[in-house]
């Protein structure tokens, strides 16, 4: 899958062979060069103006706080990627208002903070960009990739409390917010992050949010995140006329304390956001204890073709799984509830999965997820199997993490 090229490596110096612009927004001077460390710049209006070139770079000072917008809207190649950074010590960057635009392409964005922006921390519109080792908090959205974003990376970042709403109203049924990531666009990539508290009070849900949100987005890669006390971790929706077909989640570890919450929910034909078609979630593991919790809903016309799982090891305090229709195409996975509301797949149990404990999801020995899982083709990983940390072995465990 063409995403996976987002995970190489960032570039080498001396590959980019640009030039190197610095910001300080308590030391520096919108009259300086702005391309040393002893004589930056001082504001985002700079930089924003900057005519910047394939191989150059963008170094933030650490501790800088700004507020506006900074928008990354020149394009760099992807041998020779644009480059925003952090350089000195302390804090990241902080930037609060409009935060963050990345309508160009392949820029390579660290070591920045957006927080209490007017909606996204990081609005990323264009395509072959890689976030890594930012951090998002109180938006709407930590990181929005936008219909146009594609075969982006976001990676190893942290989005927390992400925790407001965009529409809380009293019209039934159309309260959005607090998202971790909101992907609209297709083919990217959310990996390694630490994704917490997208959580919000709704007027139509008593509570909303989402770790990862699909809507409209197809074939986007979820792999290797670890999700905490988010009201849901993925929803996936699409307009009519739109799909959201074929998004792949993997290896990502869900837990949370709090009252309610769900892993997945997708739906079929019959709901106004469906049919969401092709959805994989194989390799989960899965902790959510309260008495009002969900692991799985495939509903309003659910069927194989909805929905796959395979390989996942899913605890809750609620119900494991709802399905109507023809049902998900389910195996290999250990589930623990009060409830099911659908038909166990082939190697697939009721048991207690034996968790380290409920924020630990290591497996024990004697765990019957050890040796649970069904061999799976690289398909099944939307292509990406090769990518993965280690390599499965022919009869895997359920679950996230291999015994």
């Not at 903070?113 to 938006?139: H, I, M, P, Y």
Request: proline share 4%; aromatic share 6%; charged share 20%.
């Amino acid at each position: 899958m063409a995403v996976m090229a987002a995970l190489l490596p960032a570039v080498p110096l001396q590959q980019r062979a640009g030039t190197t612009y610095y910001v300080d927004s308590r030391a520096g001077s919108d009259n300086a060069s702005g391309t040393s460390a002893t004589a930056p710049w001082k504001s985002l209006d700079k930089v924003n103006a900057a005519d910047l070139k394939p191989g150059d770079a963008i170094s933030f000072k650490r501790g800088s706080s700004f507020d506006g917008e900074l928008k990354l809207s020149a394009k760099g190649t992807a041998a020779r990627p644009i480059v925003a950074q952090a350089y000195g010590k302390g804090p990241l960057a902080k930037i609060t208002g409009e935060c963050v635009l990345v309508d160009g392409s392949h820029w390579r964005i660290s070591g920045l903070r957006a927080t209490g922006c007017r909606w996204a921390g990081f609005e990323v519109a264009g395509d072959g960009n890689v976030l890594s080792e930012v951090q998002a908090d109180k938006n709407i959205a930590g990181v929005w990739v936008t219909p146009s974003g594609t075969h982006n990376t976001i990676r190893d970042s942290k989005l927390t409390g992400n925790n407001r709403m965009s529409v809380d109203d009293d019209t039934p049924d159309n309260d959005s917010g607090a998202f971790g990531v909101l992907l609209n666009g297709d083919d990217n990539l959310v990996t390694g992050n630490t994704i917490t508290g997208s959580y919000a009070s709704s007027h139509d849900y008593s509570t909303d949010g989402a770790a990862v949100e699909v809507f409209n987005g197809d074939r986007n890669l979820v792999l290797h995140n670890i999700a905490r006390n988010n009201e849901t971790f993925t929803e996936l929706g699409a307009q009519k006329g739109r799909t959201a077909t074929g998004n792949v989640f993997a290896f990502n570890v869900v837990t949370s304390t709090r009252k309610r919450g769900s892993f997945l929910v997708t739906r079929g034909s019959g709901h106004v956001v469906g049919p969401v078609l092709g959805t994989i979630a194989v390799q989960n593991s899965v902790s959510l204890p309260a008495r009002d919790t969900i692991g799985w809903s495939c509903g309003d016309g659910c069927g194989p073709s909805i929905l796959k799982l395979r390989n996942n090891v899913i605890s809750v305090g609620g119900q494991a799984g709802y399905e109507d229709g023809k049902g998900a195409d389910e195996a290999g996975s250990v589930y623990q509830a009060r409830s099911f509301k659908f038909k166990l797949g082939p190697r697939s149990v009721k048991a207690d999965p034996r968790f380290v404990s409920t924020s630990d999801l290591h497996l024990r020995s004697g765990s019957p997820a050890i040796g649970r899982g069904v061999s799976l083709s690289p398909d099944w990983y939307g292509g990406a199997k090769s990518s993965l940390s280690k390599a499965l072995p022919s009869t895997p465990d359920a679950g996230a993490y291999q015994h």
